[in-house]
Nanobody
């Protein structure tokens, strides 16, 4: 069983920064890709960013480009989401997701491609 545990959420003022972490543990997990999604109240879960584990290729939603950055630490089996210049509309529960199956660059942004999910961490941005 693979567990993904997020941390780093909290309350921050607009313009501030947070760094989310997602640590993978459990049985040997040869991740192909890891991603962050978010879900605001009353809205559907949306893609934020993804990274392929071996090559480190990154993908970001247009709404966060230039402000958020996904990265990974292969030794620690951890993925990070650095969030800068946060806006009130970034308020949501942020979920870490992972898969050990190959995904294409066409579908890497799709939640259905990910097998393992964390419990979520709340990010609240005040205006």
């Amino acid at each position: 069983q693979v567990q993904l545990v997020e941390s780093g959420g909290g309350l921050v003022q607009a313009g501030g920064s947070l760094r989310l972490s997602c640590a993978a543990s459990g049985r040997t997990f040869r991740s192909y890709a890891m991603a962050w999604f978010r879900q605001a109240p009353g809205q559907e879960r949306e893609f934020v960013a993804a990274i392929t584990w071996s090559s480190g290729n990154t993908y970001h939603a247009d709404s966060v480009k230039g402000r958020f950055g996904i990265s990974r630490d292969n030794v620690k089996n951890t993925v990070y989401l650095q969030m800068n210049n946060l806006k009130p509309e970034d308020t949501a529960v942020y979920y870490c997701a992972g898969t050990d199956r190959r995904v294409s660059i066409v579908t890497i942004r799709a939640a259905r491609e990910y097998i393992y999910w964390g419990q979520g961490t709340q990010v609240t941005v005040s205006s």
